[in-house]
Antibody, heavy 117, light 109 residues
Framework: QVQLVESGGGLVKPGGSLRLSCAASGFTFSDYYMSWIRQAPGKGLEWVSY????????YYADSVKGRFTISRDNAKNSLYLQMNSLRAEDTAVYYC??????????WGQGTLVTVSS | QSALTQPASVSGSPGQSITISCTGTSSDVGSYNLVSWYQQHPGKAPKLMIYEGSKRPSGVSNRFSGSKSGNTASLTISGLQAEDEADYYC?????????FGTGTKVTVL
């Protein structure tokens, strides 16, 4: 079955960096766009970034543009999110999701990123 | 990009129907037939319920239906069941970006 497993979350100080990973299985990873979506504690969902199947097309939310970098390794069936210059407002559960222009499905279980001194 | 507007909460008794609205602008909901809806139970990842405004993925109950008129999309849950109690989020493509709704907590009385 289709499965997405995020890892790499944790506690980081403001201004620090973190790299999230998402391991995909159960489908042909290289055929699909992929996305990162986050949810601050007790808050709603916020789309973060989107990468095409080949990696040639990438979109970012304005809130992370210039600080976050999405990438993928189709040989390893893996998606990544490099997060730099982290701020308190980046504290959230980060989900990866298989994507098309029409939907996000399924989602991984999420990994918690906490930015605090 | 501002979040799409949803009511904070909607409630209904078992067997009733409820509708959740999702209001955007001519730059997102109004411009594209690419609204999706997600159900999220506490502590769980969101689940796709509706895509392209009104299509249901395989495995999703036909009690869930979607529609759109102008800048507002809607999700209707008919024959409300206890397991439908959850948070629901709409999402729209907005041209090189996506915007989610503010979320609606559905309570089954």
């Amino acid at each position: 079955q289709v499965q997405l497993v995020e890892s790499g979350g944790g506690l980081v100080k403001p201004g620090g960096s973190l790299r999230l990973s998402c391991a995909a299985s159960g489908f042909t990873f290289s055929d699909y766009y992929m996305s990162w979506i986050r949810q601050a504690p007790g808050k709603g969902l916020e789309w973060v970034s989107y990468i095409s199947s080949s990696g040639s097309t990438i979109y970012y939310a304005d809130s992370v543009k210039g600080r976050f970098t999405i990438s993928r390794d189709n040989a390893k069936n893996s998606l990544y999110l490099q997060m730099n210059s982290l701020r308190a407002e980046d504290t959230a559960v980060y989900y990866c999701a298989r994507s098309t222009i029409n939907w996000f499905d399924p989602w991984g279980q999420g990994t918690l990123v906490t930015v605090s001194s | 990009q501002s979040a799409l507007t949803q009511p904070a909460s909607v409630s209904g008794s078992p067997g009733q129907s409820i509708t959740i609205s999702c209001t955007g602008t001519s730059s997102d909901v109004g411009s594209y037939n690419l609204v999706s809806w997600y159900q999220q139970h506490p502590g769980k990842a969101p689940k796709l319920m509706i895509y392209e405004g009104s299509k249901r993925p395989s495995g999703v109950s036909n009690r869930f239906s979607g529609s759109k008129s102008g800048n507002t999309a809607s999700l209707t849950i008919s024959g409300l069941q206890a397991e439908d109690e959850a948070d629901y989020y709409c999402c729209s493509y907005a041209g090189s970006s996506y915007v989610f709704g503010t979320g609606t907590k559905v309570t089954v009385l």
